[in-house]
């Protein structure tokens, strides 16, 4: 996951950076710095988060010719 599909994701979700950081069990500045893109986060957080927006309903994708971008799952799956 980059910063921006984590941006993103939120924003499908309608969610703060403090919703996140709360779902994912880390602190608030742990995903403010990730999102700004200003320090390294350890592996394990920004997996922490990943797997906590793909439990709230987003896909992860990578569309052909397109780069990486995320979606909320629909319904029936």
Known sequence: ???AQCRAARGLLDWTQGKLAEAAGLLFSTVVKFERSERAVAAGAVQAMKRSLV??????????GGGPSVRLRKASE
Not at 55 to 64: C, L, N, Q, T
């Open 55 to 64: 439990k709230a309903g987003v896909e992860f994708i990578a569309e052909y």
């Open 1 to 3: 996951m980059i910063p």
